[in-house]
């Protein structure tokens, strides 16, 4: 879709007659980017059910048990100011918080709710939607007031869902992703051209929308720092660092250039992956055969679901007490189980024999579509 295909209204849109009145030259209001993030997504949807938890600290995450190994989910806020925080371990949650509540993850009630945020955000009129993830979307609208359409957002998921969100308001799409950081909770911010370094500027580089941990390393390798930094870096070490397409792209992040299309075209994955963690460690080599085996079968499963051939393949191991390991490679594209089950059992050859295993992962990597990404917003992985 093309920035002049953005359709026009907002949220709390005037009526197509009152909009001809307000500007008589008929020319279309201005096109603007809404990130809409919701607030603590998936605590807010347990204390929903459960509202006799509000105000406390309560931790979503495996089966709710913090004696097993998994990882938090999300917190509440009540439980992130102790510093709990998404990818920590439950055992490490729980010591920081004994007296919290710990809740198991039901995907099917998260996976509700999101349908009914979207379906929300879809009917908000000249809205187009592109879904992040569970709890995050891009809406392109064209409006002159683009604070106002964000309200109506606000408002309108709140008395569908009894969800709150945060909106970040941009003229590209990654101004108005990193404007979000500064609306939580349930606020707006607004970043434009005209406000992006002075806002942004003097933030490390890690901050930005696209750029990791890894990635700001490597950039403070070559002297940048920050976002003002990033903005005014010669491409060409850059590129010398970061490949001739990856490099200018960081810093057109730095810049916070880049498109303002918002992009309802479905999402194609690339792959897909499962693992698990072992509540207790595997050390048998037949045991850990049998783990990738059964992980095996279920990527096939959803790689079958998707009717395109494998072309790469990968396992994430992990070691006791926690050292992860990524094996990768390519093969040439086949759709036939047997191949992609040996080439993965290959890897899983490589796992060393004498470490404990207490984490297994697989990954199969599909060919793509050829139109897959023609013409889309590049908004993952730089495609």
């Known amino acids: 879709m093309s920035d002049d295909a953005v359709p026009s209204s907002g949220s709390t849109p005037a009526e197509p007659d009152a909009e001809a009145a307000a500007d008589p030259a008929g020319a279309k209001p201005p096109g603007w980017v809404l990130h809409v993030d919701l607030d603590q997504f998936i605590a807010a949807v347990e204390l929903l059910r459960r509202p006799e938890l509000v105000g406390l600290p309560v931790i979503v995450g495996g089966r709710g048990d913090p004696t097993e190994r998994a990882v938090v989910s999300t917190a509440s806020y009540e439980a992130r100011a102790f510093g709990v925080g998404s990818g920590m371990p439950l055992k490490i949650a729980a010591r920081k918080i004994p007296d919290a509540v710990f809740l198991p993850v039901d995907a099917p009630a998260y996976t509700a709710a999101s349908d009914e945020v979207m379906a929300t955000l879809r009917a908000q009129p000249g809205a187009v939607v592109q879904v992040l993830g569970w709890d995050e979307a891009f809406v392109g609208l064209r409006t002159a007031d683009p604070d106002a359409a964000a309200r109506g957002i606000q408002a309108a998921v709140l008395a569908r869902t009894g969800l709150h969100c945060s909106v ?57 720092t920050t976002v003002a930094e990033l903005a005014a870096a010669d491409t060409a070490p850059l590129a010398a660092e970061f490949g001739p397409k990856m490099g200018p792209w960081y810093r057109q992040l730095g810049r916070g250039d880049g498109s303002a299309t918002v992009d309802d075209t479905p999402w194609v994955a690339r792959g897909h992956s499962r693992e698990t963690t072992f509540q207790t460690d595997l050390t048998d080599r037949a045991d850990i055969v049998e783990a990738a085996r059964a992980l095996i079968g279920q990527v096939l499963a959803d790689v079958a679901a998707e009717g395109r051939p494998v072309v790469g393949v990968g396992i994430k191991v992990r070691y006791a007490p926690f050292t992860t390991k990524n094996l990768v490679h390519k093969i040439d594209e086949t759709g036939d189980e047997a191949t992609v089950t040996a080439e993965l059992l290959r890897l899983v050859d490589k796992i060393d024999a004498d470490r404990a295993v207490r984490l297994l992962g697989v990954r199969a990597e599909m060919a793509m579509p050829a139109d897959a990404r023609d013409g889309h917003t590049p908004t993952r992985g730089g495609w």
């Open 168 to 224: 970040g308001i941009g003229d590209t799409l990654i101004r108005a992703k990193n404007a979000t950081d500064f609306g939580k909770p349930q606020g707006r911010f607004r970043l434009t051209a005209d406000n992006w370094l002075d806002v942004m500027g003097a933030r490390p580089t890690a901050a930005l929308w696209g750029v990791g941990a890894k990635v700001s390393k490597r950039l403070a390798a070559l002297g940048i």
